[in-house]
């Protein structure tokens, strides 16, 4: 239900408007798919990075989430990229 709200393009008021569900609902079932996919043991998992020299990048990308902090070079690839803010999400 999630995924096809998301991949609708339209609000989560207008989706649940137009398939007939409560907003209450829609929200108490995406609270508990992220309850299931969080409470999952997730390990620390190193990345490895294709760098062409041992020098650290002059610019980065920087995400701060709470006390977590994490700086990647502007050279990563977009697919890591998106692996390490799949991560991050939980």
Known sequence: MVK????????VQQWCNSNGINIKTYYYRLRKVREAVCDETHDIVQ?????????????S????????NVELPDTISAATL?????VLKC
């Open 4 to 11: 096809t709200c998301r991949r609708s393009g339209l609000t």
């Open 47 to 59: 990345i490895p990075l294709n760098t062409s020299n041992s020098a650290v990048a002059a610019a």
């Open 61 to 68: 990308i920087k995400i701060n989430m709470g006390n977590l």
């Open 82 to 86: 998106v692996s390490v803010i799949e």
